[in-house]
C-alpha cells in the first residue's frame, strides 16, 4: 500500500505539468544563443512523448530542418541546457527521475532507420542521472567523436521513470516519458570513425524493457539498467554539470 500511495503522489507532481525541453547549446563553454526553433528542431512545448511506437521518438513532435546549423569540430565539448517553463528555472521536477541519454544520426536520414548512435549514457551512480541535471542548472556535455565531416543530429534524451511502472500501450495515463530534442550540427573537422549502423526510433525501445517499464518505488535504483544500445566505442565521453551561468 505504501508503495501504492508513493505512486499516487508522484503522478499528481507529474500531473502538475512539470516537464523540461532544450533551450540551447554551449561550444567549448560559450553558449550559442537560444536555440529553439533556430538549430534545434524544437517541440511546440516541453511535453514528454510517451508512446514508444510513435514517429516522435526520434525527434520529438516537429521534425523538420531549422535554419542554422553549429560549426563543430571533434574535440569540441558540446553542452545541452534544459529547462523547464522558462530558461534557469527549476529545469525539471524532481520526481522525473532517470538517465540521461545522448545519441547522434546523419542529418540526412531526417533520423529515420537503423541510424542513431549512443554517444552517452549516464543513469544512476548514487544518485539519478536527472538529479544531478537539476543541480547543474540542466547542463550536460558529450564531446564530439573524431567523425568524418558533414551535418549530423544530436539527440539528447531524458527517461523518466515516475510513471513507468506502467505501460503506456495499457494505461495511457501513466507509462514512461521521453524527452529529447534533435539539434542540427555540421562537423568541419574530417576525422576517421565513420558512424557505425545505428538502432532505429521508434524501434528499439520496447515495453519489454526493463529501462522502459520500471518501477522507481520499488525496486534499487541500483539495478536499473537504461534502455537502447550499449555506448559506441568511438564516443568521446560526456558528463553532467554546470558549464557556464545561463
Ligand atoms: C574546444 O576545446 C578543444 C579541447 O581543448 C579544442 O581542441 C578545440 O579546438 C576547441 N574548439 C573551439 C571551437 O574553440
Ligand atoms: C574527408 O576525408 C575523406 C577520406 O580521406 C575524403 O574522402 C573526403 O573527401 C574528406 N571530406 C571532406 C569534406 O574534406
Ligand atoms: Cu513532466
Redesign the pocket.
Known amino acids: 500500500m505504501r508503495v501504492t500511495l508513493a505512486a499516487v503522489v508522484a503522478s499528481l507532481a507529474a500531473a502538475a505539468s512539470a516537464h523540461t525541453t532544450v533551450y540551447g547549446v554551449w561550444i567549448n563553454g560559450s553558449f550559442k544563443g537560444d536555440g529553439r526553433n533556430n538549430y534545434i528542431r524544437s517541440p511546440p512545448n516541453n511535453n514528454p512523448v510517451k508512446d514508444i511506437n510513435s514517429g516522435a521518438v526520434a525527434c520529438n513532435v516537429n521534425n523538420r530542418a531549422v535554419s542554422t546549423t553549429l560549426d563543430v569540430k571533434s574535440g569540441d565539448k558540446v553542452t545541452f541546457e534544459w529547462y523547464h517553463d522558462s530558461r534557469n528555472d527549476d529545469i525539471l521536477a524532481s520526481s522525473h527521475k532517470g538517465p540521461v541519454l545522448v545519441y547522434i544520426a546523419p542529418t540526412s536520414s531526417n533520423g529515420a532507420g537503423n541510424v542513431w548512435v549512443k554517444i552517452f549514457q549516464d543513469a544512476y551512480s548514487g544518485t539519478w542521472a536527472t538529479d544531478r541535471l537539476i543541480s547543474a542548472r540542466g547542463q550536460h556535455s558529450i564531446t564530439i567523436p573524431n567523425l ?3 551535418n549530423y543530429l544530436l539527440r539528447p534524451e531524458l527517461v523518466t521513470l515516475h510513471e513507468a511502472d506502467a505501460r503506456y500501450d495499457q494505461n495511457s495515463a501513466r507509462g514512461v516519458q521521453l524527452y529529447m530534442s534533435c539539434i542540427q550540427v555540421r562537423v568541419t573537422s ?1 576525422g576517421s570513425s565513420s558512424l557505425p549502423s545505428g538502432v532505429a526510433f521508434p524501434g528499439t525501445y520496447k515495453y519489454t524493457d526493463s529501462g522502459i517499464v520500471f518501477n522507481i518505488y520499488d525496486k534499487p535504483a541500483s539495478s536499473y539498467v537504461a534502455p537502447g544500445p550499449a555506448v559506441w566505442s568511438g564516443a568521446a565521453g560526456g558528463s553532467i554539470g554546470k558549464v557556464g551561468n545561463a
Do not use: E, M, Q, S
Request: no cysteine.
Open positions: 568524418p565531416a558533414g574530417n
